[in-house]
């Protein structure tokens, strides 16, 4: 059974870092491109970075570049996201999950998802 | 960058069928990708590649996909389809993946 299970959420001041982890089990890990995906309260999904199997491709949002950084250990079957500068804005619950569709960019869709976890910036 | 635009809401009574719709320029050449969230919970995905099923999500979910719009249909509704839904494609404009802005469905 695949799982993805986030921590390190927490509440931080404007201006602070946090680093979010994701625990993956259940799949090979090295396989498959992983997400972050953020949910502000009340409001719809954004998509927010995206890695590659081997860390080597990495993307972002235009709203979180040169902020957040997006990083993974295979050998850990691990999956970060360190966030440095945090706004007001970046208010949300963040999501690890899988990338399904392989390598084609065109029809990359997220096929498992954790429960998330609340990030909070405000002083 | 690429803007998908769904309802805010659609209602629907039980045993009747529900459809979403996810509109885009050209969407029907973009491969969509359909979401379920019920509140607190994460999303699920219910629908890939315009109109494939992931295993576990019931037959009532279906998927198509042509012109400017997209359509998630869901058949004979019960009351557990009460939940949020999503749209995604990827925007080759700006490299990355999209999301609409959300449907509430809500089952009378």
């Known amino acids: 059974e695949v799982q993805l299970v986030e921590s390190g959420g927490g509440l931080v001041q404007p201006g602070g870092s946090l680093r979010l982890s994701c625990a993956a089990s259940?799949?090979?890990?090295?396989?498959?491109?992983m997400s972050w995906v953020r949910q502000a309260p009340g409001k719809g999904l954004e998509w927010v970075a995206n890695?590659?199997?081997?860390?080597?491709?990495?993307y972002y949002v235009d709203s979180v570049k040169g902020r957040f950084t997006i990083s993974r250990d295979n050998a850990k079957n691990s999956l970060y996201l360190q966030m440095n500068s945090l706004r007001a804005e970046d208010t949300a619950v963040y999501y690890c999950?899988?990338?399904?569709?392989?390598?084609?960019?065109?029809?990359?869709?997220?096929?498992?998802w954790g429960q998330g976890t609340l990030v909070t910036v405000s002083s | 960058s690429y803007v998908l635009t769904q309802p805010p809401s659609v209602s629907v009574a039980p045993g009747k069928t529900a459809r979403i719709t996810c509109g885009g320029n050209?969407?029907?050449?973009?491969?969509v990708h359909w979401y379920q969230q019920k509140p607190g919970q994460a999303p699920v995905l219910v629908i890939y590649?315009?109109?494939d099923r992931p295993s576990g999500i019931p037959e009532r979910f279906s998927g198509s996909n042509s012109g400017n719009t997209a359509t998630l249909t869901i058949s004979r509704v019960e009351a557990g389809d009460e939940a949020d839904y999503y749209c995604?494609?990827?925007?080759?404009?700006?490299?990355?993946?999209?999301f609409g802005g959300g449907t509430q469905l809500t089952v009378l």
């Open positions: 999950a899988r990338v399904g569709g392989g390598n084609i960019v065109a029809t990359i869709h997220f096929d498992y």
């Open positions: 259940g799949f090979t890990f090295s396989s498959y491109w």
């Open positions: 050209n969407i029907g050449s973009k491969s």
């Open positions: 995604q494609v990827w925007d080759s404009s700006s490299d990355h993946p999209v």
């Open positions: 590649y315009d109109s």
């Open positions: 890695i590659k199997q081997d860390g080597s491709e990495k």
